[in-house]
């Protein structure tokens, strides 16, 4: 009897899709770089001494073996102290990952792994890539065999090690998970989500943004799972606190509904009827006629 292998489609968390620049800047008494915005991440790496960011007008110290990921559209400039050399690599990247962005102007001090990750990012970029006299990455004619591939896989590796870190810090906004199981922990997670932020309005966008999955990907697992969409199961989660209040609080209906994000109580007794069989109302009385 043959063995049967069933085919799983690898999830990618991290996704880079282009390199812009792989290069050293070097600092060497008081310099101040012109200040700078574009569209694509910026990772900085400071190999040598100590420089100072300035992101969006806040002032950010870094010093040897530590590193910070500057997100698109975000201006900023180096600074650097008289008498003080700086060497600082840089690696600049287009992706469409938005977690990136939760990572955003923090600081990670570099220990083995971090600092291994780079140091390779550092030698294959090295042996494939030159910065030409219009600052553009050009291949070498000599490029080592598979540097350019080798880079995207270490760059990967490092950003997937710092959004762990981040998903491991108190109040993090970045989910890992591992398992058998991985979409029924993540629809889980989600719901739990759901289940702390009843007095908030949340968009589709806001949730994917949350746990970093497109919306098609995201809604489609979610649908598989509960056999509900998400803003369907969020809605009826919310509908079941209402209940709650209504049963175990004094709150007018009107206040129910703006605590619960629906500043129009006529659109929110509709939707409650809709899930309840009752209005806001009708509901109350009936429970505290059938419990007196």
Do not use: W
Not at 38 to 53: I, Q, T
Not at 68 to 77: A, D
Not at 214 to 242: I, N, P, V
């Amino acid at each position: 009897m043959m063995k049967t292998y069933l085919r799983h489609q690898v999830l990618r968390v991290v996704d880079v899709k282009e390199l812009l620049a792989l290069e050293y800047l070097d600092f060497e008494g008081k310099y101040k770089n012109y200040s700078e915005r574009h569209d694509f991440f910026e990772l900085c790496f400071v190999e040598e001494g100590r420089v100072e960011l300035l992101l969006s007008g806040e002032k950010v110290q870094l010093v040897e073996g530590e590193m910070i990921l500057i997100q698109p559209e975000l201006r900023h400039s180096y600074i650097s102290e008289n008498g003080n050399k700086a060497r600082v690599f840089v690696v600049c990247f287009e992706s469409s990952t938005q977690s990136l962005r939760a990572i955003s102007g923090m600081k990670f001090s570099c220990d083995g792994q971090l600092t291994e990750n780079i140091k390779r990012i550092i030698d294959e970029s090295r042996r494939t890539f030159r910065m030409n006299e219009q600052e553009q990455l050009e291949v070498l004619p000599d490029a080592i065999f598979g540097g350019q591939q080798a880079i995207l896989l270490q760059l990967d590796y490092l950003l997937i090690s710092l959004l762990r870190r981040t998903s491991l810090l108190e109040n993090s906004n970045v989910v890992f998970l591992d398992g058998d199981n991985f979409y029924g922990e993540l629809a889980e997670i989600i719901i739990r989500y759901f289940k702390s932020n009843f007095y908030n309005r949340l968009t589709l966008d806001d949730i994917c943004t949350r746990f970093n999955y497109s919306r098609s990907h995201l809604c489609k697992s979610f649908k598989e799972q509960t056999g509900e969409s998400l803003l369907a199961c969020f809605t009826r989660l919310k509908m079941e606190e209402a209940k709650r209040l209504l049963i175990e609080s004094d709150l007018s209906v009107g206040e129910i509904s703006s605590s619960l994000g629906y500043p129009e109580s006529k659109y929110f007794c509709e939707l409650f009827k809709k899930y309840a069989g009752a209005t806001p109302g009708t509901y109350r009385r009936s429970f505290r006629m059938t419990n007196n």
